[in-house]
């Protein structure tokens, strides 16, 4: 038998190391040509036996300084350690690691890095291992930056104040933030599970209309470029509005983001502020310009079908009584119980509105004027009802002005003025009542604001102009005073009467500058002709307005003053209203006047109401009796014992007497009889320009040629 062969005897560790060795010269060759660093480690004595320019430039040292380092003393992180620790420790040890780790260059820079180590052998006692490092500097850098990005992004969607969802392109949610379960509720166990189905399910039981909601949602999800706005409307009242639009990424579509913004704080206030503009705010009932709309659609209507309307505008009379005596919060209290008492004279499609401080307007749909005066029969009895507040009991009324479609004006406009033109003739005829519009009255309207126009034209273009009336002493025929009377010729209008320009200047306040335009002149020309040799003095008219300004003393003393004229050359006139509205004011201000030397009268004594017993007590010098008592006398008993009897209460009171309107002898000579002090009228001299003044009373022209005798009318 042949004997077996011998086995080959078993390499020895020499020989096993010696056969990589051979290698070592083309694994050199072959991580120089890496682009990533790396270096050979020598298994048994775990020292770099190569190494490639990539790694000498990552770690900052040549090759040669590298050679011979120890693996550990390139990368010397726990893992690494404990890797070499068993390789060191013979067969069995591991074979390969690959971690991102860490290292430090020769300037001590800590770099980020892959590294990854191989065994370069077959078989289990590698003698080599391969060391890769990719430097992961620029890699990280960049992952940072988009993790800081994200981290900005949270923040940013976690701090504003809308609710954000974004879903992919399927539907599914991929990102959200808290104010999005706030503002929709959802409970925060659906957010955690990560459900979307529950989530979605949850915002459409939440909305009102869940089918229109759903609908409209599967919509926009088909329209993948869709940008779109709307209101949601939640069960809870909430009002949201959602804002929606597509998620790109270089240019394609990848999903969709929401933006849900609370905007029921909004919507309140939007819709106050509409109730502000429509309605009034203490009444709630329709305000001026929501009646105004109201009434232009009544109109269109009614202009279609031929049909009719009325609106009646009222007023409460002496209402700022009780806001003075009562105060503001009663006032307003009022104005409610009014609002409320004027809805029940309401019929089916009437409607009623606060238009001012205490004006209302009833809108009354297919009436005539028999329908309309019975609206406005309803509200003053409405409003004349006992009124009760803190338990004080009153009774308030109020004056009501109607006018009637198409009668009274086609347009809203319009209607209104003219039922308020007809409310203000209510109260001018004695309030608590109505009045329909009267078309010759816008007339009049019209005609007195030309006037109150032409009036300040010609104060500022000098047009007015003074004459003086002589007053005459009965006794001795001398004259002992001149009254200035204001006269106006207007370019267009021609002579303009006092009689039609003083009540519009009245009305309107201009009765002030007026007033002291006439109280300048006047004190001016008693001035000039003081300094000419003619001491007369002159009477002026005083309004009621112009005496209760403050400073009306205070501009008498000024004009006296700049003029060098005494006071008792000065004589106001003033109505016997003046001094009864409020008698010790009026007291106060005419003792101031009588200080000044100023002579104080009564104008027109007799057609208004005095109490002798202010009488007595103010510094009057002169009654005047007014000219309606003269004309009949001395034929009319009525107005001779009326003449008889203010110049014995005269005398009793210390005053004189002039007389007024005096054109007649007899009149004169009855006058005298009965102790009238002076007169002024026709029968003497019209009033006069000042130059015919002055050669009237001198007796003769002031060049010296021969006077022609004056004609009395």
């Known amino acids: 038998m042949s004997a077996e062969p011998a086995s080959p005897a078993p390499a020895s560790p020499a020989a096993a190391h010696d056969a990589p060795a051979a290698a070592l010269p083309a694994w050199t060759q072959l991580i120089a040509a890496l682009a990533d660093a790396a270096w050979l480690v020598d298994a048994r004595s775990q020292q770099v036996c190569a190494v490639n320019a990539a790694a000498a430039g990552l770690l900052g040292r040549s ?53 990854r180590i191989q065994a370069l052998s077959a078989t289990p006692a590698a003698t080599h291992y391969l060391v890769t490092v990719q430097d992961r500097t620029e890699q990280q850098r960049q992952q940072d930056e988009r993790e800081a990005l994200l981290a900005g992004l949270q923040a940013t969607l976690e701090s504003t104040a809308d609710g954000i969802l974004v879903t992919d392109l399927a539907g599914r949610i991929t990102a959200f933030n808290r104010r999005f379960a706030q503002i929709w509720g959802v409970p925060e166990s659906l957010l955690t599970q990560r459900n979307d189905d529950a989530v979605y399910d949850w915002m459409r039981r939440s909305v009102v209309e869940p089918e229109a909601y759903q609908r409209r949602l599967a919509l926009i999800q088909e329209a993948t470029l869709l940008q779109a706005s709307e209101r949601v409307t939640l069960l809870s009242g909430q009002v ?66 031929s049909g009719t309307l009325a609106l009646l505008i009222l007023d409460l009379d002496r209402f700022k009584q009780i806001n003075d005596s009562l105060g503001h919060e009663i006032g307003d209290r009022v104005l409610l119980d009014t609002a409320e008492r004027l809805k029940t004279c309401l019929r089916q499609g009437d409607q009623v509105a606060r238009i001012g401080g205490d004006q209302f307007a009833l809108l009354v749909q297919r009436v005539d004027s028999r329908g309309a005066e019975a609206a406005a029969r309803r509200v ?55 009045r329909f519009h009267q078309p010759h009255h816008d007339a009049d309207l019209r005609q007195r604001m030309r006037l109150d126009h032409a009036m300040r034209q010609a104060l500022a273009s000098n047009r007015f102009r003074l004459k003086y009336q002589p007053q005459i002493d009965l006794a001795s025929g001398a004259v002992v005073g001149a009254e200035a009377l204001i006269r106006w010729r207007d370019p267009e209008l021609g002579e303009v009467q006092p009689a039609e320009f003083i009540p519009v200047a009245e009305d309107s306040g201009f009765i002030v500058p007026i007033g002291d335009w006439v109280l300048a002149q006047a004190v001016r020309q008693a001035a000039r002709w003081r300094q000419e040799g003619l001491v007369m003095p002159v009477s002026i008219n005083v309004s009621a307005l112009q005496f209760q300004q403050a400073d009306f003393i205070d501009r008498v003393a000024g004009v006296l003053r700049d003029n060098e004229l005494p006071g008792s050359l000065l004589e ?24 000044l030397g100023v002579r104080l009268a009564i104008d027109d004594f007799g057609t208004g109401y005095s109490s002798l017993a202010y009488l007595k007590r103010f510094p009057i010098e002169r009654l005047k009796i007014d000219r309606s008592f003269i004309q009949g006398i001395p034929q009319d008993d009525s107005d001779a014992g009326i003449v008889r009897a203010i110049v014995q209460m005269s005398k009793a009171l210390g005053m004189k007497v002039v ?47 021969p006077q022609l005798s004056l004609v009395s009318r």
């Open 63 to 115: 090759e040669q300084e590298l050679m011979g380092l120890s693996a550990t003393g390139l990368i010397a992180t726990p893992e690494d350690l404990a890797f070499w620790d068993d390789v060191g420790a013979g067969p069995g040890a591991s074979r390969w690691l690959a971690s991102d780790t860490v290292l430090v260059d020769a300037s001590g820079r800590l770099v980020r890095v892959n590294r």
């Open 240 to 305: 949201l509005e959602r804002v929606t639009q597509p998620q790109n990424c270089q240019g394609r579509p990848t999903g969709r983001v929401w933006a849900f913004r609370d905007q029921t704080e909004l919507e309140a206030a939007s819709r106050r502020i509409a109730a502000l503009a429509t309605t009034d705010g203490l009444t709630g009932l329709f305000n001026r310009r929501q009646i105004g709309e109201a009434l232009a659609d009544s109109i269109h209507q009614a202009r279609r079908g």
């Open 380 to 434: 003053l009895e409405a409003i004349s009802r006992p009124c009760a507040v803190d338990g004080l009991q009153f009774t308030m009324t109020c004056s009501v002005g109607v006018a009637l479609f198409p009668v009274d004006g086609d347009e809203g406009d319009q209607l209104l003025r003219h039922a308020e033109t007809a409310m203000q003739r209510a109260k001018q005829g004695g309030r608590a009542g109505f």
């Open 572 to 595: 106001l006139e003033l109505t016997e209203s003046i001094l009864v509205q409020d008698a010790d004011e009026a007291l106060q201000r005419l003792s101031q006047l009588s200080l």
């Open 659 to 705: 007389a007024e309107g005096v054109e007649t002898e007899p009149q004169r000579a009855f006058l005298l009889e009965a102790g009238c002090d002076h007169f002024q009228g026709f029968l003497y001299a019209p009033a006069l320009d000042a130059l015919s003044f002055d050669e009237r009373v001198r007796g003769r022209p002031r060049g010296g040629k």
